[in-house]
């Protein structure tokens, strides 16, 4: 089993810290720990989410900032699991995926029914999301940290990034035509970090879940999935390397770029020309 020094989640909650820190007391790190009694350095490396703080380390830093006993309770049991190999969070938590693909080196994605959110557009999300249980403040909430996640392919450093989309998300109308021909368009655009799952790869990748691989500058990497119930994520050695295997073999299946192009093309050529046509909806 891969040493696990830091996880996503651990980042998350470190940084959560180091914003209770910022807004409740004012103080630099280093005040912070000199306040506290500790090195510098610990600070850090708990903010971090490099190194674990004890639980009395929990109850010193918590109380500086203000916190009571019960915030200070509800937090440790989020923080208890925060370095396991696994871990699995609620389907709300948006911070611990936007973290680590804010940090991200690299970012290779697979899906079967969506588009993969880094890559869609406003209308298409928004129908996405409103075509389950989520209520009109979900939906909202829910719209905007997908729109400001899609911020770092516009960065200097943006990640490497590489999205395979099955086939059948490009069948599954979402929202309207016009939706779905603006959808595809944005997809043309980015056909150079993008492949196309084909039907004809067969019904072995249409059972395969949704998932993500993140590789990082100094961390360890990443494997992630999600339902509509848990967010998983995996930094165990064994889940990446079965990760880095199953995406070998979905390369070996989806179309190179100028024939994800053209797929593309004829899609958007189709719809156009069946414009005048119903279309049922399929989600």
């Known amino acids: 089993m891969t040493a696990i020094t830091s996880t996503a989640y651990s980042r998350d909650l470190g940084d959560e810290l180091r914003r209770l820190r910022e807004k409740f007391t004012g103080l630099t790190g280093h005040a912070f720990a000199e306040q506290l009694g500790w090195d510098p350095s610990k600070v850090s490396n708990i903010e971090k989410g490099k190194a674990r703080a004890s639980e009395i380390d929990l ?4 109380l ?6 019960g915030y200070f309770e509800a937090f440790r049991d989020r923080y208890r699991y925060a370095f396991d190999p696994y871990v699995v969070t609620v389907p709300d938590n948006l911070r611990t995926l936007a973290l680590a693909e804010a940090q991200a080196k690299k970012i290779t994605t697979f899906d079967v029914l969506s588009v993969p959110g880094l890559v869609q557009i406003p209308e298409y999300a928004e129908a996405l999301l409103a ?3 989520n209520t009109p403040e979900e939906v909202e909430k829910y719209l905007r940290w997908r729109m400001e996640r899609q911020a770092i392919l516009k960065r200097p450093n943006r990640p490497d990034c590489r999205f395979y989309v099955h086939e059948l998300a490009l069948q599954l109308q979402v929202g309207d035509e016009r939706i779905m021909e603006e959808q595809y368009l944005r997809l043309l655009f980015n056909t150079h970090i993008l492949r196309i799952v084909p039907m004809s790869a067969g019904q072995a990748v249409i059972r395969m879940s949704a998932r993500m691989l993140f590789s990082f500058e100094k961390l360890v990497p990443m494997a992630y999935s999600e339902t509509d119930l848990a967010r998983v994520f995996a930094h165990d050695g064994a889940a990446i390397a079965d990760c880095r295997e199953f995406f070998k073999w979905l390369d070996a299946l989806a179309l190179d770029e100028g024939q994800s192009r053209s797929v593309l093309a004829s899609y958007v050529s189709n719809l156009r020309k069946d414009s005048d046509e119903p279309r049922p909806e399929l989600a």
Request: hydrophobic share 15%; glycine share 16%.
């Open 59 to 62: 109850v010193q830093y918590l």
């Open 64 to 69: 500086t900032c203000g916190r009571d006993t």
């Open 131 to 133: 075509s389950g249980r």
